[in-house]
C-alpha cells in the first residue's frame, strides 16, 4: 500500500511530474485483491492515464517503468501491478533526491 504523505517528504525529489501523478493515482485506486492473496493491486493503462494527466503516453509509461525499477510497483500482467510502500526501496539513490 502507497503511503503517499511520506512520497513526497524526500525520497521522491526529483522524479518528476509523471512519476508523482502515477503514484498519487496508484496511491488513489489501489485495492486489495484475493486473486494474489489480498495484496494491495492496481491497473494501469498508460493510453488512460495519459488523457487523464493531459500527457503523452510515453511520459506515463516511462513513470510506471520508473516506479517499477525503484521497487514501488512490480508488474504482475499487462496492466496489473502490485503495490510496495515508497519507502520500502532506497528511492533517493535511483532518483537523485534528498
Aim: with cysteine; aromatic share 10%; proline share 4%.
Amino acid at each position: 500500500m502507497i503511503n503517499l504523505k511520506r512520497s513526497f517528504s524526500g525520497s521522491l525529489v526529483g522524479a518528476g511530474f509523471g512519476v508523482f501523478a502515477v503514484l498519487a493515482y496508484v496511491a488513489e485506486h489501489e485495492d486489495k485483491d484475493p486473486r494474489y492473496s489480498g495484496a494491495w493491486t492496481v491497473d494501469l493503462h498508460p493510453k488512460v492515464l495519459a488523457i487523464l494527466f493531459g500527457e503523452d503516453e510515453a511520459l506515463i509509461i516511462d513513470a510506471i517503468d520508473a516506479l517499477v525499477r525503484a521497487g514501488c510497483l512490480e508488474r504482475l500482467g499487462p496492466y496489473m501491478y502490485l503495490t510496495h510502500d515508497v519507502d520500502s526501496r532506497p528511492l533517493a539513490k535511483k532518483f537523485g533526491g534528498s
